[in-house]
C-alpha cells in the first residue's frame, strides 16, 4: 500500500499473475473519503506479474514486478486516479542471476528512484528526469529487500542478512552510496530459519523500525544526527511472520 503526500489517494499492489485476461499484476487506485474510508477509482495493468510493492510521489506511482524484474511507472489523474502505464524500468540478468525487483522507492529529494534488486544483489539509482540508471552498487553476498530513504542517508533492510545496512547518500558524488554501517536485526542467540519482512522510519525521523520473519520480531534503532544508528531493542511479536507494518501518523503505535 502506498498513501499520496496529501493523504487523499491510496494505492494497492494487485498481486497476480492474471488480471483482466492479460499476464500481468497490476495497481489499484482508492480515494479516501471525508469518513476515512476508501473509495475505489479503478486500476491499470503493470508491465510485470506479481506486484511485491507499490510507492509514490508527486505525480507518480511505481509497481515493482518482483516476477519480471520490472517496475511500471503510472502517471496520476487530475483525480488522483491512474493514467495507463508510460514508463518501463525492465532489468535484466547477470552473472547468472534471474532480476528480481523487491522496491522501488524514490529517494528523499526526488532526484532518483532508488532500485532494489534482489536477484542479482544490487541497488539502482535512475534519474527521475528520463528513469535512465545513473549509478548501481552491488551488495553481494547479502540480497536486498526493502529501503527507506532520508537526505542523507539509505536505509537497506537485507533479506537473508537480516540487517539493516546504513549507506551515505550523496546524489551529486561519483560514488552516491557508500556503505557505513550494518546491524543485525535478530535478538541474541537465535539460531534458527529466518527473512526480512519490512522497515520503516518514525515520522520524526528518529527511530527505525524492522521486522523479521521466523524470528518473528520487531527490531528497534535510535537514529542520531548523522543518519547513523544504535540498537534499542529486538521485541517477540504475537504473531508470525511479520511480512510488513506502518507506523501510526503520531509515532506511537506500530
Known amino acids: 500500500l502506498a498513501l499520496s503526500e496529501d493523504g487523499t489517494m491510496l494505492y494497492a499492489a494487485i498481486e497476480s499473475m492474471i488480471l483482466d485476461g492479460k499476464p500481468q499484476g497490476g495497481v489499484a487506485a482508492y480515494q479516501i473519503g471525508a469518513d476515512g474510508l476508501p473509495v475505489f477509482k479503478g486500476r491499470q495493468g503493470a508491465a510485470g506479474q506479481l506486484i511485491c510493492h507499490v510507492s509514490c510521489g508527486g505525480d507518480r506511482v511505481y509497481a515493482s514486478s518482483y516476477l519480471n524484474g520490472t517496475v511500471s511507472i503510472f502517471q496520476t489523474a487530475g483525480d488522483g486516479g491512474l493514467l495507463p502505464c508510460d514508463t518501463v524500468i525492465r532489468h535484466t540478468g547477470t552473472d547468472g542471476y534471474a532480476p528480481h525487483i523487491h522496491c522501488a522507492k524514490l529517494t528523499a529529494d526526488g532526484r532518483y528512484l532508488c532500485v532494489v534488486e534482489v536477484g542479482y544483489h544490487a541497488l539502482c539509482l535512475y534519474d527521475t528526469a528520463h528513469y535512465e540508471k545513473q549509478y548501481e552498487i552491488r551488495t553481494k553476498p547479502v540480497r536486498p529487500r526493502q529501503v527507506v530513504c532520508t537526505e542523507s542517508c539509505v536505509y537497506l533492510l537485507t533479506e537473508g542478512g537480516m ?19 550494518s546491524l543485525s536485526c535478530l535478538p541474541e542467540g537465535f539460531r534458527g530459519m529466518g527473512g526480512a519482512g519490512g522497515i520503516r522510519l518514525s515520522p ?15 527490531a528497534v534503532f535510535a537514529v542520531d544526527d548523522r543518519g547513523m544508528l544504535e540498537k534499542r531493542s529486538v521485541t517477540k511479536l504475537c ?3 511479520p511480512r510488513d507494518f506502518n507506523v501510526s501518523p503520531d509515532g506511537r503505535h506500530l
Open 239 to 241: 504473531g508470525s511472520t
Open 204 to 218: 520524526d525521523g528518529n527511530t527505525l523500525f524492522a521486522s523479521i520473519r521466523g524470528a518473528d520480531v520487531m
Open 163 to 181: 540487517t539493516v545496512d546504513v549507506y551515505a547518500y550523496r546524489p551529486d558524488s561519483a560514488e552516491k552510496l557508500t556503505l557505513k554501517q
